[in-house]
């Protein structure tokens, strides 16, 4: 199983980025996504994640600002992460749930400078 996690990268406050996740090794539309980030110092917590029938739910810290999606056809996840704050830095990991198995991507560096 492979999550490959693209997309980070260095950019303004108040300005967007999009993460892609593309998954290999599973069946994608049975397994919940997810999206979590890591700042330096703290445990990682929720970012987003998107069920396989495509239900969402969110972090309350980026609830309104981010937006997570899927294509089936296509094995990939996204994160589109608009007005971008400070504390918004991380590392974003892409997870992967399919029957009751947890599966990680090597994460993707995001930094928001002011």
Not at 67 to 76: C, F, L, P, V, W
Not at 97 to 105: D, Q, R
Request: charged share 15%; glycine share 12%.
């Amino acid at each position: 199983v492979q999550l490959q996690a693209s997309g980070g990268g260095l950019v303004q406050a108040g300005g967007s980025l999009r993460l892609s996740c593309e998954v290999s090794g599973i069946i994608f539309s049975n397994a919940d996504m997810g999206w979590y980030r890591q700042a330096p110092g703290n445990e990682r917590e929720l970012a987003a994640v998107i069920t396989g029938t495509g239900r969402t739910d969110y972090g309350t810290s980026v609830k309104g600002r981010f937006t997570i999606s899927r294509d089936n056809a296509q094995n990939t996840v996204w994160l589109q992460m608009n007005e971008l704050k400070v504390e918004d830095t991380a590392v974003y990991y892409c997870q992967a749930v399919t029957f009751l198995k947890v599966y990680w991507g090597r994460g993707t560096l995001v930094t928001v400078s002011s």
